[in-house]
């Protein structure tokens, strides 16, 4: 979805994941992810990235609600290198928010390299299962930023086998002042999509445009900012990043955080599950604009 900020994006998947199951519980009765059942015991979602050092998946029982309990369930996730056949157990988090939505997550230390193949499976304690192989893509060089101006940018991707997603991410924090100075400040971060302006410029190469001042101004539109009070934003840090996708990524998907925004009925690579799970390789490299940008 072009244009849309993400803000907070562990949050922000936990919303449009509750929104989803909702929708679709609404838009078909013959469709109900949240009643448990033998055939579609779990959904499992997110990506194995190999130039992460954490692995975080969302793994959920299906449920009759659409909140977490505030007890983690029983079962088990491993997750296993299909050439070697090691498998690794995968740890559960549950994490608690004050306004009663709930977030069960399986990780793991487990390095995750480029160009292999690894499974998901998530089992209950009466042995049902639901399972995902996903297939990492290989390796790539970090992206190329040509500097302009200071405040524009031209960056270039190179041996990409499908382009996942490119995002600039800003972390923020924003001074709210009135008469008499500094009200109050809290921090932020910001998640702006770019995909949609990627531009293919040769098998596997792309460029990306990159204007900072029409960053900033996306930002500011989505500060609610009370009458009488005006704002400053202070950079803390920004950063480009992109990531390839395996053959799992489908085109559809406009990025990385719009996984959970999939129809889990029409579009699912989860063996006797819901979701979507897919392998990637990203980069990252920081773009701090000038001030004269702001």
């Avoid at 997603?165 to 009200?183: E, K, N």
């Avoid at 921090?187 to 098998?203: L, Q, T, W």
């Avoid at 990203?282 to 000038?290: A, D, E, F, G, L």
Wanted: hydrophobic share 40%; aromatic share 10%; charged share 20%.
């Amino acid at each position: 979805m072009p244009g849309r900020i993400r803000k907070s994006r562990f949050r922000y998947w936990l919303l449009l994941t509750a929104s989803l199951l909702l929708t679709l519980s609404s838009c078909d009765d013959s469709f109900q992810p949240l009643q448990e059942n033998d055939t579609v015991p779990l959904s499992i979602y997110g990506y194995l990235d190999a130039s992460a050092d954490t692995q975080w998946v969302r793994v959920t029982p299906i449920r009759d609600q659409v909140n977490q309990p505030p007890v983690k369930p029983e079962m088990q996730v491993t997750l296993e290198h299909l050439e070697t056949g090691i498998i690794t157990v995968m740890n559960d988090s549950l994490f608690l928010f004050d306004d009663g939505f709930h977030i069960l997550n399986s990780w793991s230390l487990k390095t995750i390299e480029p160009g292999q193949t690894y499974r998901i499976k998530a089992v209950r304690p009466d042995g049902a299962a639901s399972q995902a192989q996903i297939t990492i893509p290989g390796d790539f060089p970090a992206p190329i930023l040509l500097d302009r101006d200071g405040c524009k940018a031209l960056m270039r991707i190179e041996g990409l086998e499908k382009l996942a997603d490119v995002q600039s991410q800003w972390h923020v924090r924003i001074l709210f002042s009135g008469i008499g100075g500094t009200i109050y400040e809290r921090e932020g971060f910001y998640f702006i999509p770019h995909r949609d302006k990627a531009e293919r410029v040769a098998d596997g190469a792309y460029t990306v445009q990159i204007d900072t001042r029409e960053e900033l101004a996306q930002i500011r539109n989505e500060i609610l900012v009370p009458p009488g009070t005006s704002i400053i934003i202070q950079v803390l840090s920004r950063q480009l990043y992109v990531a390839s996708g395996g053959p799992e990524w489908n085109e559809e998907i406009t990025s990385l955080s719009d996984i959970a925004f999939a129809r889990f009925d029409l579009l699912s690579n989860v063996e006797n599950g819901l979701g979507f799970i897919l392998g990637i390789v990203s980069k990252s490299i920081p773009y701090i604009p000038v001030p004269r940008c702001f």
